[in-house]
């Protein structure tokens, strides 16, 4: 199974700061990489696909990169809707398998 | 509108069985694979199984291999998840979620989930 490890597990930010979430895989998944974001109580909700695919509606203010086995989410200028928890998912094989997890909270 | 709307979960002694399904609305159901994911505080999010459009390819997590199985109902837009000899670990809020393939590039997300439903298993 392909492991994926996120970091940090949490962080402590402002409006306004730059964010940034990393996620590395335990061996290439090429761009097969998906982030999504939750908000306490709610689904998960697609961000980017494919690793730097702004999905329809996320702001762009989102963006993704990378490649093989590290990718990152960076927020840009952080808004107060964007406090919550962010998953990067692995869909190169079987079984998918997503990060422990990233928990944005205010500073 | 796209919906998928879960439904089944409840409280269940270990060992015992529970069936889940998911209703969906708002797209060709019959075009698009399907998945169950669930969430606990002490494992995170963990894909469970998928079923391809046609049923043909379906795929489990280890950990619920043997014990749980996947199955739709195209004509009656359902997606149903069997779970059988239940463990205290099972217990989580279980997702259905639809899986959007790429067909140019093959790669694919997760691009609808329902709200999910809790699934207890405690004596």
């Known amino acids: 199974d392909i492991q994926m490890t996120q970091s940090p597990s949490s962080l402590s930010a402002s409006v306004g700061d730059r964010v940034t979430i990393t996620c590395r895989a335990s061996?290439?998944?090429?761009?097969?990489l998906n982030w999504y974001q939750q908000k306490s109580g709610t689904a998960p909700k697609l961000l980017i696909s494919a690793a730097s695919t702004l999905h329809s509606g996320v702001p762009s203010r989102f963006s993704g990169s990378g490649s093989e086995t590290d990718f990152t989410l960076t927020i840009n200028s952080l808004q107060p809707e964007d406090f919550a928890t962010y998953f990067c998912q692995q869909s190169y094989s079987f079984p998918r398998t997503f990060g422990q997890g990233t928990k944005v909270e205010v500073k | 509108e796209v919906q998928l709307v879960e439904s089944g979960g409840g409280l269940v002694q270990p060992g015992g069985s529970l069936r889940l399904s998911c209703a969906a609305s708002g797209f060709t159901f019959s075009r698009f694979s399907m998945n169950w994911v669930r969430q606990s505080p002490g494992r995170g999010l963990e894909w469970l199984s998928s079923v391809s459009s046609t049923s043909r390819y379906i795929n489990y997590a280890d950990s619920v291999k043997g014990r749980f199985t996947i199955s739709r109902d195209n004509a009656r837009n359902l997606l149903f998840l069997q779970m059988n000899s239940l463990r205290a670990e099972d217990t989580a809020v279980y997702y259905c979620?639809?899986?959007?393939?790429?067909?140019?590039?093959?790669?694919?997300?997760?691009?609808?989930w329902g709200h999910g439903v809790l699934v207890t298993v405690s004596s």
């Open positions: 061996q290439s998944v090429t761009t097969y």
């Open positions: 979620a639809r899986d959007l393939v790429a067909t140019v590039t093959g790669e694919d997300f997760f691009d609808y």
